[in-house]
């Protein structure tokens, strides 16, 4: 009999809490660190937030967790008999996958019996989400951990996730602005769309740039139907601080593709931190 795995993530996979307890995933917190108190994101109000992330001169500061709070997460998991995986945020944009991989490497002789794998989704927020979903619902199903090694990488090379920013200020200051740096400041005023996923080998990539949001999502709209053709579609919306937008992406998908499943989601507060206020993202993958 295979043992049963845990599937472990970060809170910037976006998962929502009825998906968390139906699927008994285990989610580490990242941290917002300011005016000298660090924060799990978990426990930083909303709305508090919103007020910060527009004090541009100001942000906030953001860390992943910590070394320690890995190995306490595994070891609970461990004294259930349970094999561990953990889907990690994209390893370029974040030190979280690094780190889990010097925990696996400290833990795995206290822990001789148990399997430990770490995934890096090359991605994050709702197309993170889909990696740790899928993987989730075969876990409960009693698959083996290799079998699920197998899933949480298949569903790494299938989804993608599109943003749609109001400013490049927040990538730039956070340093993961690298690939856009081509973007002179003459054009930082227009809207950038940019993409992550696997095939983008895991950082934000320029998929293209218009004045308006609107304009924006009609130029999202056709790469989707591009990539998407007549297969279903699972989609995941942030929502962010900009619900109404959030609401329309929703309504278009709903009219214009075959829905396998959609989500309107809250998001990583962390993640707001790095797309700025007015960040519309799209994470989603087709049926095969």
């Not at 929703?250 to 962390?270: H, P, R, T």
Request: proline share 3%; with cysteine.
């Amino acid at each position: 009999m295979n043992r049963r795995v845990a599937i472990v993530t970060d809170t910037v996979a976006s998962v929502p809490p009825e998906v968390v307890q139906e699927y008994n995933i285990s989610v580490i917190p990242l941290h917002i660190i300011r005016g000298g108190k660090d924060l799990g994101e978990v426990d930083i109000d909303r709305e508090e937030f919103r007020t910060w992330n527009k004090d541009t001169e100001n942000l906030p500061m953001t860390s992943v967790p910590s070394i320690g709070e890995i190995i306490d997460t595994w070891q609970r998991l461990a004294l259930q008999g349970r094999d561990i995986l953990h889907i990690a945020m994209s390893s370029r944009m974040g030190m979280e996958y690094s780190i889990a991989l010097q925990a696996k490497s400290l833990i795995q002789g206290e822990l001789a019996d148990i399997g430990i794998e770490v995934v890096d989704s090359c991605s994050a927020q709702a197309a993170e989400m889909f990696v740790v979903l899928e993987t989730a619902k075969a876990a409960v199903k009693g698959k083996s951990l290799a079998d699920l090694i197998q899933i949480s990488k298949d569903m790494v090379n299938r989804v993608s996730q599109f943003y749609l920013l109001d400013t490049l200020h927040n990538l730039v200051r956070g340093g993961r602005g690298d690939r856009i740096k081509m973007w002179d400041g003459a054009v930082l005023s227009m809207k950038p769309i940019l993409e992550l996923g696997f095939h983008t080998q895991g950082v934000m990539v320029p998929l293209g740039r218009v004045r308006t949001k609107a304009k924006g999502i009609e130029q999202i709209i056709e790469v989707l139907k591009e990539r998407v053709g007549n297969k279903k579609l699972h989609a995941g919306i942030t929502i962010g601080d900009v619900p109404d937008e959030a609401q329309n992406l929703k309504d278009i998908l709903l009219e214009q593709f075959q829905i396998a499943e959609l989500y309107l989601l809250k998001g990583s507060i962390v993640a707001d931190v790095h797309d700025g206020p007015g960040a519309l993202r799209l994470g989603f993958y087709s049926e095969e």
